[in-house]
Structures are given as structure tokens and as C-alpha cells.
Nanobody
Framework: QVQLVESGGGLVQAGGSLRLSCAAS????????AGWFRQAPGKEREFVASISSGAGTTTYVDSVKGRFTISRNNAKNTLYLQMNSMTPEDTAVYYCARSRGLSVSSTPSSYNYWGQGTQVTVSS
């Protein structure tokens, strides 16, 4: 059973940066795509970014392009999300997820393992 644990969330001022980490254990992580999603209060879970198993392909939602960077260290079974130039609209609980396959997707149903989430709050 794969377990994913996010860390790195917190409170940051607008314009600031945070780096989220997602540590995977209990199963194979390296051979699967992975992604980050977020959910703000009263809103549906939203795709943020994804990365293929070999890190050759990355995809971002338009609202974070140029500000966020997804990466992974397969030797450490860890997924990252570097968030720069943050705005209050980035406030949400951020979740990491492992894809059902090698490729990347923006659809939550394409992921079968999820972390518990980490709160990110951006103050204005």
C-alpha cells in the first residue's frame, strides 16, 4: 500500500515562496506519474501540476504557469512543488497524488493514491 505524506505548507505573504514535498513509501513510486492538486474552501479539487515517471513531461494549470515548478527525485521517492510569486488565490489545501500509470493527467480519477494534504495560506 502506497503512502504519500505532504509537508512544507504554511503561511506566506503575497509575493513569497513555499516548497512542498511529498514523500512516498510502501510501494513503487518511481514508475508512475505524479501530480499536485489543491482544494480551496467551498470549491472543487483543482489540478495544479503533473509530472511523468521519468520527469520528462510536466503539465501545469494556466494560473500557475511561470510561478510553480513540479519536480521529483526518484532516488528519494519524493515529489516537490516549488511555488513562487504566490497570491491569495493560491490559498488551499494541497494534495499530492500518484497516477495509475506512467503518463500524466489533470483528471483526479487518473490517480489512485493520495496524501492527506497540507494547508497553504497566502496573506495579502
Amino acid at each position: 500500500q502506497v503512502q504519500l505524506v505532504e509537508s512544507g505548507g504554511g503561511l506566506v505573504q503575497a509575493g513569497g515562496s513555499l516548497r512542498l514535498s511529498c514523500a512516498a513509501s510502501g510501494g513503487t513510486f518511481n514508475f508512475y506519474g505524479a501530480g499536485w492538486f489543491r482544494q480551496a474552501p467551498g470549491k472543487e479539487r483543482e489540478f495544479v501540476a503533473s509530472i511523468s515517471s521519468g520527469a520528462g513531461t510536466t503539465t501545469y494549470v494556466d494560473s500557475v504557469k511561470g510561478r510553480f515548478t513540479i519536480s521529483r527525485n526518484n532516488a528519494k521517492n519524493t515529489l516537490y512543488l516549488q511555488m513562487n510569486s504566490m497570491t491569495p488565490e493560491d490559498t488551499a489545501v494541497y494534495y499530492c497524488a500518484r497516477s495509475r500509470g506512467l503518463s500524466v493527467s489533470s483528471t483526479p480519477s487518473s490517480y489512485n493514491y493520495w496524501g492527506q494534504g497540507t494547508q497553504v495560506t497566502v496573506s495579502s
